[in-house]
């Protein structure tokens, strides 16, 4: 039986990855992290997709134990502001697209919208967010009661397998470095083994296999299989064994990004219950509200923006809050590795891969990664189907993640600057060109996004399209022979529903302090 696992880093994909090995295999299984204490963790990557929740659930942790701990917030939606124009925006929420005979919603909304404000006709969290309010009311229930209070309808499903069922109301925002910690001590409390040192060699046998990692000051550490989580260095899965790296450059020019941690008074201020994307010059800046503090950075490619024009531009955008905050200037390395398992080697996070943060993507990649491998584990005979199944599941989500973000800078109206025109001009995946054209006459839908499961549904597509306004769309001839009324009552429901929510719902700032 193979039960020894090494990890080498110590960021949120160490972590993540050795909590969940722990609560899914118990004493059965044997971990060692080692982190280095002269590298730090990247630092960043604190907004989450709604489907993280099963990672707490998986832990059999509850939003109040570890929420209060990481200063964690709700995330309802990413809000999109200044891609189409400025003072424009639009969300992304976490809500399930209605039909109405047989079409979205939104088709209909293209016919018959109310307003010309789709998210809002369309979903009801978006005036939730625009008021600031939490999705669970005073007493924990929440909003949408097809869920129950913890929200666990769907324990014991991966999240592939529970997509379209359902769409959990939120995600969470935190600080990474606290999760981190929290989930530090949650593993070692259940026997990870944390090693402090700097892995200094990959030793490989003579088929090539990791025989052990070297560290500085603890000799030789050994295992049946190594997981790599060392971030954009790839230590064993680039360095030492040589798999190589895909970049996604081409059609995703970002490159760099700029950081902020900006403590602020979050009473006074108020939290929005939202990521927010803000286009700026040469990319866009994220607006992440915690409960002690807003993160933010501005994420801008280095052939249109220096690092110190980005910086200043972000101090500008944050205000005097800044002044004194130290800024953190990280060179992202955009693409995957093509095969994240090779040999006796598997590559979690940063290592594996990495797309710009526009969906909040990073977290959900290192989730799927660890319910996969938990699926795929190998025996003894290290039957390469596993690694076969494994290494698929994860180019798809990575390859499908990297359509779905080039989508919002080609439906992106703006084109005020060289960066944003250049967005229209690039080249892009070709698959993703046909799709487009078919998207012009039919909305998304599970047939003609992406065909392999990548964390997004149709629906995600439809708000990029709707909200983003560079690209025209038409609503299907059939709903010219269609009856409207039953939509036009759906729009009227919606609108309801919204009034009543927004009249009980506490503050999002409100219901946190409750819960800490
Ligand atoms: P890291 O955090 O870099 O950790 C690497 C670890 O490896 C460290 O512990 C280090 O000490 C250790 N290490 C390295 N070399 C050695 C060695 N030789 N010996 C021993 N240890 C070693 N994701 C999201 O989901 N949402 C977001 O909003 C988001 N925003 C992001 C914004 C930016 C600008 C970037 C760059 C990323 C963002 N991400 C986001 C991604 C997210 O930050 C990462 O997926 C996540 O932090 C995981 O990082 P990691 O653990 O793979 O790597």
Redesign the pocket.
Same mark, same amino acid.
Do not use: H, K, N, Y
């Given at each position: 039986m193979l039960n020894r696992v090494v990890i &080498?880093?110590?960021? #949120?994909?160490?972590w993540m990855t050795a909590s969940y090995f722990k609560a899914a295999f118990g004493e059965r299984i044997d971990i060692t992290l $080692?982190?280095?204490g002269s &590298?730090?963790? $990247?630092? $960043?990557?604190?907004? #989450?997709f709604s489907d993280i929740r099963h990672f707490f659930e998986f832990l059999g942790l509850k939003e109040k134990d570890w929420m209060p701990a990481c200063n964690a917030t709700y995330k309802l939606a990413v809000r999109f502001e200044n891609w189409r124009q400025p003072g424009h925006y639009f969300y992304h929420p976490f809500e399930q697209m209605r039909s109405v005979n047989g079409f979205p919603l939104t088709d209909w909304w293209l016919k018959n919208g109310p307003t010309d404000r789709f998210d809002k006709d369309c979903f009801v969290m978006a005036s939730v967010i625009d008021a600031g309010l939490s999705p669970r009311h005073r007493d924990g229930t929440l909003i949408d009661q097809a869920f129950d209070e913890d929200g666990n309808e769907m324990q014991g499903l991966t999240m592939s397998e529970h997509q379209g069922k359902t769409q959990f109301p939120y995600a969470y925002q935190f600080e990474?470095a606290l999760l981190a910690k929290y989930l530090t001590r949650y593993s070692v409390e259940r026997g990870v083994k944390h090693i402090v +040192? +700097? $892995?200094?060699k990959v030793e490989l046998d003579e088929r090539g296999w990791i025989s052990a990692v070297k560290t500085a000051e603890h000799g030789d550490i050994t295992g049946d299989v190594y997981i790599d989580?060392?971030?954009?260095?790839g230590?064993l899965i680039n360095q030492a064994l040589e798999e190589p790296f895909i970049s996604y450059q081409d059609t995703l020019p970002n490159d760099s990004?700029v950081?902020l941690q900006v403590p602020m008074d979050m009473e006074r201020r108020g939290i929005r219950p939202c #990521?927010t994307a803000t286009a700026q010059d040469a990319g866009w800046i994220?607006t !992440?509200p915690l409960t002690g503090r807003v993160g933010t950075?501005y994420?801008y490619a280095k052939d249109y923006l220096s690092p110190e024009d980005a910086e200043r531009t972000l101090r500008e955008f944050v205000g005097p809050a800044a002044a004194d905050v130290e800024a953190n200037h990280?060179k992202?390395r955009i693409g995957r590795t093509r095969n994240s398992w090779v040999k006796n080697c598997v590559a !979690?996070?940063?290592?594996s891969g990495?797309v710009e943060?526009l969906e909040?993507?990073? !977290?959900?990649?290192?989730h799927h990664a660890i319910e996969q491998l938990a699926k795929n584990f190998p025996g003894e005979d290290w039957n390469p189907a596993h690694r076969d199944l494994y290494n698929n599941a994860i180019a798809h989500v990575m390859d499908g993640v990297r359509e779905f973000l080039v989508l919002h800078y080609v439906a992106a109206k703006r084109s005020d600057t060289q960066y944003w025109r250049d967005t229209k001009t690039r080249a892009i995946p070709d698959s993703l060109a046909e799709r487009i054209e078919k998207w012009k006459v039919q909305l998304p839908d599970s047939e003609s996004i992406f065909p392999y499961y990548h964390g997004l549904p149709a629906y995600s597509y439809m708000c990029i399209l709707l909200g983003m306004g560079g690209i025209d769309l038409a609503p299907s001839p059939a709903l010219a022979l269609s009856d409207p009324s039953a939509a036009l009552q759906e729009f009227e429901l919606i609108r309801e529903k919204t009034e009543r929510l927004v009249k009980v719902l506490p503050k999002a700032y409100d219901y946190f302090t409750q819960l800490g």
């Open positions: &080498v880093g110590g960021g #949120t994909a160490g $080692v982190e280095s &590298v730090g963790a $990247v630092g $960043v990557g604190e907004a #989450t990474a +040192d +700097d $892995v200094t989580c060392t971030g954009f260095r230590v990004a950081a #990521t994220w !992440i950075g994420v990280i992202m !979690i996070g940063l290592s990495f943060p909040s993507t990073g !977290i959900f990649f290192i």
